[in-house]
């Protein structure tokens, strides 16, 4: 039984907008290495010094935005689990991923977005329907829809 990562991520909404970020490196046990670019959700490992899952992707968010602008809306009881393949198991050290996902809304300004992680070579607001076409993992573009209508309650109330 390897380890396995725990992480955080958010789907992130300013009106009809949601945000999403373009991913050029990974955490590796050797530093940060270059992978292909992927656009994605905002995600992350949880590190220790986090006190609880709550401040794990309020300061994910500031890492991969350089914003504070933040509202958690809700924790999303269904979780974005994977297994990593095998050449990236040997490096980052861990097995799989459980990510806990956030309904969060963006309260700042969009020009405002600048990544503090070098991982990170862009942010943006997208609609919803081009976020489907942009996001690079299948796994990600399931668990949205299976979501959405989480968020389009919870914009309307």
């Known amino acids: ?46 590190e220790a010094a986090d006190r609880d ?6 300061r994910e968010l500031g890492e991969e935005t350089g914003s504070s602008e933040f509202r958690i809306v809700k924790q999303l009881e269904e979780k974005i689990c994977f297994d990593f393949p095998a050449t990236v198991q040997e490096q980052i050290g861990y097995v799989s991923q459980e990510t806990t996902m956030f309904l969060v809304e963006f309260i700042g300004d969009i020009n405002s977005l600048w990544p503090n992680d070098s991982e990170i070579s862009k942010a943006t607001l997208l609609d919803v329907n081009r976020v489907e076409e942009m996001l690079t993992h299948q796994d990600t573009v399931d668990y949205f829809w299976r979501n ?4 389009k309650l919870t914009k309307n109330r």
Do not use: C, P, Y
Request: charged share 25%; glycine share 12%.
């Open 53 to 58: 899952l709550q401040h794990a992707i309020i």
């Open 1 to 46: 039984m390897g380890m396995i990562r725990k992480a955080v991520g958010a789907i992130v909404f300013q009106g009809d907008k949601l945000l999403i970020v373009h991913k050029t490196k990974i955490n590796t046990k050797e530093g940060k290495q270059s992978i292909k670019g992927e656009w994605d959700f905002i995600k992350g490992g949880v």
């Open 148 to 151: 959405v209508k989480e968020i």
